[in-house]
């Protein structure tokens, strides 16, 4: 793959995080589109992300090989400052937006994977009203379970058909990471991307917080308030992460080897 700029590349106790522009990942992204090139993704890395990339093998390889991952949280900013890397945020759902408006003019086609009770179809419509020219060109909106071996063939036979540019991924953590990776080569599309809970914001269904709440950083204290019972065991576990990463990333800046990562 290796898209993505090297020197905008800083390791966060163990973890790739890319600062390269918005501007950049949009041009990387369009270029890949135009050449039809396939199997690339990106991962939008927060804490608790990472927290699970620490614990499962294969949610640690899956950060590590992607072509982007992007900080998504003022956890990984923190963090990022002990390990002597300034972080730029760039999260799931502003990533979204920025490729529905960017990819308008240029014919990029969507595929919305995910959602519940319709918020994957009222997404669409939100959306291709607010950037006039995007191509939603296919929605599915998977069962609460694993999928049986026939409806992943007929899925990754609707993908290839609508020859989707986008598979944009919403089924939360680690539920959508672990769809990617099993259905990156088969869907033979340039980009996929995990973006949880962007299906319910744009589709109106969960408040997003508003826009100063998100510039200044306060964007999990927002979301604990309106959904208090999905956030707050989520948002323990990240916060130990963050805590200890800290640390460790104290320690490694004053000559002492930190605990090694998973």
Request: with cysteine; aromatic share 10%; hydrophobic share 40%.
């Amino acid at each position: 793959m290796g898209l993505r700029t090297p020197e905008c590349r800083a390791e966060i106790d163990g973890f790739p995080i890319d600062t390269d522009s918005r501007e950049a990942i949009l041009a990387a992204m369009d270029e890949a589109i135009k050449e039809r090139s396939p199997g690339h993704y990106i991962s939008i890395t927060n804490t608790e992300s990472i927290y699970h990339g620490r614990r499962l093998a294969s949610h640690g390889a899956y950060i590590r090989g992607a072509d982007y991952s992007l900080c998504d949280g003022v956890g990984v900013v923190a963090a990022g400052l002990a390990w002597n890397a300034r972080i730029k945020r760039y999260n799931g759902p502003i990533l979204q937006l920025d490729c529905s408006k960017y990819g308008a003019s240029r014919g990029w086609r969507h595929f919305y994977l995910g959602g519940t009770g319709g918020s994957a179809e009222e997404m669409a419509r939100r959306l291709t009203a607010a950037y006039p020219g995007m191509i939603v060109c296919g929605i599915y909106e998977p069962p609460f379970r694993p999928l049986t071996a026939d409806e992943r063939t007929a899925l990754v036979e609707r993908i290839r058909e609508r020859k989707a540019d986008i598979v944009w991924v919403g089924l939360g953590l680690i539920k959508q990471e672990a769809m990617i990776a099993s259905l990156l080569e088969e869907a033979g599309v340039p980009w996929m991307v995990g973006v949880g809970g962007a299906f319910d914001y744009h589709s109106g269904r969960v408040p997003w917080a508003p826009w100063l709440v998100r510039r200044v950083g306060a964007e999990w204290l927002f979301r604990l308030i309106v959904q208090p019972k999905l956030r707050f065991k989520r948002y323990w576990w990240s916060g130990v992460w963050m805590i200890t990463a800290v640390g460790r990333g104290i320690l490694s800046r004053f000559g002492r080897k930190p605990a090694p990562t998973a």
